[in-house]
């Protein structure tokens, strides 16, 4: 069988790092410093963890891929993810074991290639496009801002969605300083 390579191994780690490396979550974490100095250097690791857990526990289900997930986030980068991509992240992830498992390693370079179009593509549309007039945007730049850094919960950075501060949503200060943004129901 083809999965018991070494070759064949690294193609499985390549896949867990897409996904990983492709996960906003985890970039807004690393980039914002949610793990310390050492922040790039955590996510690194969570590859190979990821795919170690993989490969020394059979038949994983989705919940118990994101349960793991969820506990390395919280405890590496004091980070609760409920944005919702952790249900995402962890079926990606069984998909890719499982071409890996079956041996189908053409298919899992595939998904391997769309996490990483999908991050170049990610890049080029976060770049501000160029005005053809040559002058400044038009666009209120206040109604685009949004606070950078997550709230903190109980010492612990909460990844919800950000919601612009134009947008039908109230604004709270906490007592700690923090302004949490909430969705009008």
Request: charged share 25%; aromatic share 8%; proline share 3%.
């Amino acid at each position: 069988m083809a999965a018991s390579s070494s070759a064949s191994r690294e193609l499985f780690t390549a896949g867990v790092r897409a996904v990983l490396h492709n996960w906003p979550v985890l970039q807004i974490a690393v980039d914002n410093g949610f793990g310390g100095v050492y922040g790039q250097q955590k996510a690194d690791w969570m590859v190979d963890v990821l795919q170690q857990y993989f490969h020394d526990n059979a038949d994983l289900q989705q919940y118990e891929v994101e349960d793991y997930i969820s506990t390395l986030m919280d405890q590496e980068f004091d980070t609760v993810v409920d944005d919702g991509s952790l249900p995402q992240v962890s079926k990606d992830l069984l998909q890719m074991f499982d071409h890996w498992k079956q041996g189908a390693l053409q298919q899992l370079q595939i998904s391997i290639n769309k996490h990483s179009q999908n991050k170049q593509r990610a890049k080029v549309t976060a770049a501000a496009p160029e005005s053809d007039s040559g002058q400044e945007s038009d666009v209120d730049d206040e109604s685009m801002e949004c606070d950078a850094a997550a709230p903190v919960v109980n010492g612990t950075h909460s990844m919800t969605n950000f919601v612009p501060s134009s947008s039908s949503a109230e604004n709270e200060e906490e007592d700690d300083g923090w302004t949490v943004v909430r969705r009008k129901k």
